[in-house]
């Protein structure tokens, strides 16, 4: 076994494809919101490997870990944009007797309802969330009373009563 200039046995199988290069394309391709499965197939390794390459090389996990956060960043911004409305300038394309014009003009999107929820929910949980949970400390003293219990303490409510005098213990039940 070749010995390496530590005298450590030198590492068996093949070389790992780790390189900068690699990296580099790795963490712009991780700006588009692909993930480690999408990352993995695209450079042609398991993604067992993008792990293991996380796990060796803790400034390549960090580093993927932010040039991901780009995209939900993005995204998050969007989402935002979208909740609360924006507009931005367009043209118009018009065509009259062969002639094209563009008109520029300002578009405006209104807010949207369900960006709103969405945000709402995700930011402020406490406040919008569908399931509010309560939360109650109630001790119970005293036990429920029996069926023939409750029969009796309607006979004696109803006892002095003269229009239910002649009412069978049944029909009370």
Request: with cysteine.
């Amino acid at each position: 076994m070749p010995k390496t200039p530590e005298n450590k046995p030198a590492k068996q199988g093949r070389p790992s494809a780790f390189n900068d290069r690699l990296v580099l394309s790795i963490l712009e391709f991780a700006k588009t919101g692909a993930t480690d499965a999408q990352i993995a197939e695209k450079f042609g390794i398991a993604e067992s490997t993008l792990y293991s390459w996380k796990g060796k090389h803790t400034s390549f996990a960090e580093a993927l870990k932010e040039a991901k956060d780009v995209a939900d960043d993005l995204v998050e911004m969007s989402l935002f944009k979208r909740a609360v409305g924006f507009q931005h300038p367009d043209l118009h394309f018009s065509a009259y007797e062969g002639y094209v014009t563009t008109t520029p003009f300002t578009k405006v999107h209104a807010p949207d309802t369900t960006a709103c929820i969405f945000w709402l929910k995700n930011r402020r949980p406490e406040l919008w969330r569908d399931v509010h949970k309560i939360e109650a400390d109630v001790k119970h003293s005293a036990v429920l009373p029996t069926r023939e219990e409750a029969l009796q303490a309607l006979r004696e409510d109803y006892a002095v009563t003269p229009a239910i005098e002649g009412v069978k213990d049944e029909e009370l039940a």
